[in-house]
């Protein structure tokens, strides 16, 4: 079946930096798309969402950007803190929420 | 609200041996969700229930695991007979009709020896 694709990888951001975290998801009938923050030991957090209809939200230091046309979502967070240090996940809705692998962004001093 | 309320946070047992995880969801949410999570397999929905009922439990891997929501406030999540592949963390989420957001609570990190 149709799938958020990722990878886990790691992001290496030195503190301050921009922080861009991809995610190629392949279900087109999806709708709605959330990001979510998972710290060591917790359960993941919402961090912002954006629906089909829109290509840019912009939240406190965060910006979704959705290209649907190559199905693909990004997260960007501006001057990247340790606390931003964490596990990112994309999720898809398109009927029932999916996830992504997740990638492990890790903020340098 | 307190959000999410799992328990156990740890549970170290045997292989065979019953395990029982619980979940209370945030009072006014309407759809609650079991989701595993492993470094192999990442997130995967186990469960989902709406008002209480169970709707989709194609995620369930097999009959060793069941789950219950005997009321609003109250769900678990059962493996009997354990096994040491069922070792991961057993994440609860709830959110309200017309919400796509999910809230999850802290996990409940399962270890089968």
């Known amino acids: 079946g149709e799938s958020v694709g990722l990878h886990l990888p790691t992001l290496s951001v030195q503190e301050g930096d921009n922080s861009i975290i991809n995610c190629a998801y392949s279900?087109?009938?999806?709708?709605?798309f959330i990001w979510y923050k998972q710290e060591s030991g917790k359960g993941p957090q919402f961090i912002i969402d954006?629906?089909?209809?829109?290509d840019k939200r912009q939240g406190q230091r965060v910006t979704v950007l959705l290209n649907k046309t190559v199905k693909h979502l990004s997260l960007q967070i501006a001057a990247t803190q340790p606390g931003d240090s964490a596990v990112y996940f994309c999720?898809?809705?398109?009927?029932?929420?999916?996830f992504g692998a997740g990638t492990q962004v890790v903020v340098t001093p | 609200d307190a959000g999410v309320i799992q328990s156990p946070r740890h549970e170290v047992t045997e292989m065979g041996q019953e395990v029982t995880l619980r979940c209370k969801p945030i009072?006014?949410?309407?759809?609650l969700f079991w989701y595993r999570q492993t470094m192999m397999r990442g997130l995967e929905l186990l469960i989902y229930?709406?008002?209480?009922?169970?709707?989709?439990d194609s995620g369930m891997p097999e009959d060793r695991f069941s789950a219950k929501m005997p009321n609003a406030s109250f769900s678990t999540l059962k493996i009997q007979p354990s096994e040491p592949r069922d070792s991961a963390v057993y994440f609860c989420?709830?959110?309200?009709?017309?919400?796509?957001?999910?809230?999850f609570g802290a996990g409940s990190r399962l270890t089968v020896l």
């Open positions: 989420a709830s959110s309200f009709t017309g919400a796509n957001v999910l809230t």
């Open positions: 279900n087109s009938a999806s709708d709605y």
């Open positions: 954006i629906r089909s209809n829109m």
């Open positions: 999720a898809e809705n398109g009927g029932k929420l999916q």
């Open positions: 009072s006014g949410h309407d759809y």
């Open positions: 229930f709406n008002n209480n009922v169970p709707i989709d």
